[in-house]
C-alpha cells in the first residue's frame, strides 16, 4: 500500500540544508498497523507528511496502491490525498471559521457526501467521542484536549483507506488516550491502513509493528538487536531511549 525506496527529503539551500529523511526504506502493507517512534528532529513529521502527500521527496521513489507519486504536482497530490488519505495532525489544523460539526462535516464535503448523510455521520462521532457539547462552537472557544479529540473526529469521518496520525493523543489524559487507541483498533480490524506517530512507548504498543527513527534514518525495531554491527546497535537503543 505504501512503499518508500531510497527516500531523501532536504530543506533549505547550501550551508542551511537540513536532510529531514536520509535514504528512508519503508513499507506498509494494505490494511497493516505500523507506529513510529523517534526523538524530536528524527524526521517522525517529515515522513509522515510525505506519506500523506503534503510534501515531495527531493530524491527516492513513493509508491501509493503502486502509484509513483515522486515529482507529482500538488494539484496531483491533492486528488491522491482526497482519494485516500485521512490525517490527526499535531496542531490540530482545524478551520478556525468553521464549527466543529463543520469542521467535521468538511471531508465529507470535499467528497460530495449529501448533506443529511454529513450530519448523521458527524453526530454518531461527536457522541462516540464525548464531544456533543462543542459541536457548535468554535475552535478558539475549546480546550487543546478538546480540539484534538475534534480533530481525530474528522479524520474518523473520511471514508478513506489510510488514516495517519501525528501524536493523536499528545493533548489527552491517559484514560481518553487509551479510549481513543481502543476507536483506531476499531478502524484497523476494519481493514485501514494506519501509520501513528508518537513518543509513548505504550501507545505504540497498540501497533502490529513498531519502526525507530533517528537523524532521518529509519530502524525496525529489533532489526539490529543481533547484527555484528554495534554502532547500528547502538543508533537502535539511542532512538529507542529518546522516544
Do not use: W
Request: charged residues 30%; negative net charge.
Amino acid at each position: 500500500m505504501i512503499q518508500l525506496k531510497n527516500a531523501v527529503k532536504i530543506y533549505g539551500q547550501g550551508t542551511a540544508q537540513t536532510r529531514a529523511l536520509n535514504g528512508v526504506n519503508f513499507q506498509v502493507a494494505r490494511g497493516e498497523f505500523v507506529a513510529v517512534m523517534g526523538p524530536s528532529g528524527s524526521g517522525k513529521s517529515t515522513l509522515l507528511h510525505i506519506i500523506g502527500c503534503l510534501d515531495g521527496l527531493t530524491e527516492g521513489s513513493f509508491l501509493l496502491d503502486g502509484q509513483e507519486l515522486y515529482g507529482k504536482k500538488e494539484r496531483e497530490l491533492h486528488k491522491y490525498r482526497k482519494k485516500y488519505i485521512s490525517y490527526v495532525f499535531q496542531d490540530f489544523a482545524l478551520m478556525e471559521d468553521y464549527t466543529i460539526q463543520e469542521n467535521i462535516e468538511f471531508p465529507l464535503e470535499i467528497q460530495n457526501v449529501p448533506r443529511r448523510e454529513r450530519h448523521k455521520r458527524a453526530e454518531a462521532i461527536l457522541k462516540k467521542l464525548k464531544i456533543e457539547e462543542i459541536a457548535s462552537k468554535y475552535p478558539s472557544q475549546c480546550s487543546g484536549g478538546q480540539k484534538q479529540r475534534a480533530a481525530i473526529a474528522r479524520a474518523f469521518t473520511a471514508d478513506t483507506p489510510i488514516f495517519l496520525a501525528d501524536e493523536p493523543t499528545g493533548a489527552l489524559d491517559s484514560e481518553n488516550s487509551h479510549a481513543l487507541m481502543a476507536m483506531i483498533q476499531e478502524l484497523h480490524r476494519e481493514g485501514k491502513t494506519i501509520v501513528l506517530i508518537t513518543h509513548e512507548r505504550e501507545i505504540a504498543e497498540y501497533a502490529d509493528r513498531i519502526v525507530l527513527i533517528r537523524d532521518g534514518i529509519l530502524y525496525e525495531e529489533g532489526e539490529n538487536a543481533d547484527d555484528t554491527d554495534d554502532t547500528n546497535h547502538k543508533r537502535n537503543s539511542q532512538a529507542m531511549q529518546e522516544a
